[in-house]
């Protein structure tokens, strides 16, 4: 799944630029590392990448190891539910018995060994039982940043790996109650990793979002028609129904298990996350480019090679500067970034830098 809007790395992310595209951890944009994650458990024709118009080809520049019809565009946003129902359908058109996984396109993983064992256990669970599994992510911290998932009883085991019921889904908690989470151990981060087969996943969105259900069989109907896909979402996407998968099904499903990962994990959901990923001076600054920070403390600044960015004298600030735009923001009100660049959108002047 590599939409996004690219709000909260503004002004490195833009909308036709987001996360998802960029090298914002590794050398790499996140997008390829996703991709590469995957090499020697899938063959990249079994990799689809549910992206937007707007990214399309730049998608198709970053994953030139798939085939281009893999590289799906949604022609509006119609948020997870809509995603996992397009790739229901296209993978259900290729062969109606198989099994997949959803993955976000922008985490941080580098444990590929660890990834891949425990992808293959939810894998072999989705397969074994009519269950939506989902990946859970072993927590380090109390964090409030994160959905989490209140793991159950043990389902089944495969290959001596535990699958655990999931009692239920719960929303960014605060900072007493995560503590209180960790404490108990019954807890694990959600990270949006999704595996299932073609008719577990298609029942479910039947019986939970049964307007939703309706759109997708119509595209169903054309692709079986032999329709090109681009001209059916043309035609039905924009009628779909606007919802997460988590709200729309995983919520509701009484189907649900989770197998607890032992990779590490990182959303890096903003820019003060960045500063986990790169070796602070001996001051706590993070620096990347051509930057010079004098008499400051905990501060991530970002440039270019070419434009120097110098800071001198403060603490706890973020800097980012790129070819048209720079921010100045408190590391603590990072997530205003994302209001920020919904006013930019707002006005005619500086659209243009969404």
């Known amino acids: ?19 998802h595209l960029l090298s914002i951890v590794g050398d790499k944009p996140m997008l390829a590392q996703t991709v590469e994650r995957l090499e020697g458990f899938l063959p990249p024709e079994n990799i689809l990448v549910i992206t937007n118009r707007e990214q399309r080809d730049a998608v198709l520049s970053v994953c ?3 085939p281009p019809g893999n590289v799906v565009s949604e022609p509006v946003g119609r948020d997870t539910a809509a995603a996992v129902g397009l790739a229901k359908v296209i993978v259900a058109h290729r062969d109606p018995d198989a099994a997949l996984v959803m993955l976000p396109a922008d985490h941080v993983i580098n444990d590929r060994t ?7 256990a939810a894998f072999q669970a989705a397969e074994k039982e009519p269950v939506l599994a989902t990946i859970g992510i072993s927590p380090t911290e109390p964090a409030t940043g994160y959905g989490y998932i209140h793991r159950g009883e043990e389902f089944l085991e495969i290959d001596g790996r535990p699958v655990f019921r999931v ?12 503590k209180q989470y960790l404490d108990s151990g019954e807890y694990l981060w959600n990270a949006g990793m999704f595996v299932w087969t073609v008719e577990a996943i298609g029942r479910a969105l039947e019986e939970h979002t049964p307007g939703l259900h309706h759109g997708l069989r119509e595209l169903e109907t054309g692709l079986g028609a032999g329709k090109p896909v681009e001209e059916l979402l043309d035609e039905v996407y924009p009628s ?3 919802i997460s998968i988590d709200y729309a099904v995983m919520e509701k499903a009484e189907n649900v298990v989770t197998v607890e990962s032992e990779f590490d994990w990182d959303d890096v959901g903003s820019w003060p996350a960045v500063a986990r990923h790169f070796k602070a001076d001996s001051h706590g600054n993070t620096a990347r480019g051509a930057t010079v920070i004098e008499g400051g403390n905990d501060n991530i600044v970002i440039s270019d090679k070419d434009h120097l960015v110098a800071v001198c004298g403060v603490d706890d600030l973020i800097v980012v500067h ?3 735009a720079t921010l100045v923001c408190p590391r603590d009100k990072a997530e205003q970034i994302k209001t920020l660049v919904g006013k930019l959108g707002d006005d005619p002047v500086w659209k243009k830098l969404v």
């Open 322 to 324: 790129t070819d048209d």
């Open 240 to 242: 779909l129904d606007r």
């Open 114 to 120: 660890g990834f891949q064992t425990v992808l293959d």
């Open 167 to 178: 009692r239920g889904f719960v929303e960014k908690p605060n900072l007493q109650t995560a």
């Open 64 to 66: 030139s190891m798939l």
């Open 1 to 19: 799944m590599a939409g996004g809007r690219g709000e909260r790395f503004w002004p490195q992310s833009r909308l036709q630029r987001p996360k």
